[in-house]
């Protein structure tokens, strides 16, 4: 088998430093992701028309279009209708937290709609305004419901954001281009930072499943 990886030894450190980026970049994109998908949720399940349709609608347009061609439209089409140019990394955070927001609604809605619905007419018949209904009763029980589906999401944004490698970021993945163009052997490091990426994904889903049984306790309790 024709594989040494003595040639990627003195480049180990660059590419443990895309680590980094890609951690900084997917929690960023993951935060705008869940401020925005919560808002779109509580949109779909409003009765007030023109909001329930805004949510639908970006919910198609960021479901129905590949994710590659958002990023690549945040990272041209700003600079070309705008004038002002916009750094890789802002494109990426943009256009995946957007991404992710439409994703997040549907599991919000879904764990939202999962509530039983005596909770909601308790709350309103004692007098519990909207808001407070939806912050202190219905939302917490919401999360604890869709935990499982958040995770999920959280470990495709993290597998997906190798593809901000294609608008220069420098992650894993370009990192491992980086390398592999230097030295003129690709497997190497893509194989190494392929490793990387389990590890990630491993350790993320090892501590969803912590969380999980730490709210199952919380529960029994």
């Given at each position: 088998m024709n594989l040494d990886f003595t040639q990627i030894t003195p480049y180990i450190p660059f590419m443990l430093e895309g680590i980094w980026v890609t951690l900084k970049f997917v929690a960023v994109a993951l935060i705008v992701g869940f401020i925005l998908g919560t808002i779109l949720a509580l949109f779909k399940i409003s009765h007030i028309k023109p909001l329930?349709?805004?949510?639908?609608?970006?919910?198609?347009?960021?479901?129905?279009?590949?994710?590659?061609l958002q990023l690549m439209t945040f990272y041209f089409a700003v600079p070309q209708l705008t004038g002002y140019d916009i750094s890789p990394f802002l494109s990426a955070v943009l256009a995946f937290g957007l991404n992710s927001a439409a994703y997040i609604s549907e599991i919000i809605r879904a764990g939202i709609q999962a509530v039983d619905r005596g909770q909601t007419e308790a709350?309103?018949?004692?007098?519990?305004?909207?808001?407070?209904?939806?912050?202190?009763?219905?939302?917490?029980?919401?999360m604890k419901n869709i935990l499982p589906a958040l995770m999920n999401e959280v470990i495709t944004l993290t597998k997906e954001s190798a593809l901000v490698s294609t608008i220069s970021v420098l992650d894993l993945m370009r990192r491992a281009q980086v390398v592999g163009a230097d030295i003129y052997r690709n497997f190497e490091p893509l194989l190494f930072v392929g490793f990387i990426y389990w590890i990630m994904v491993v350790g993320?889903?090892?501590i969803g499943r912590m969380i999980e049984r730490r709210l199952k306790v919380s529960d029994q309790n």
């Open positions: 329930n349709w805004f949510a639908r609608a970006y919910t198609s347009i960021f479901r129905g279009t590949p994710l590659i709350a309103m018949a004692l007098g519990v305004p909207y808001r407070q209904m939806m912050k202190d009763i219905i939302l917490p029980q919401a993320l889903s090892t």
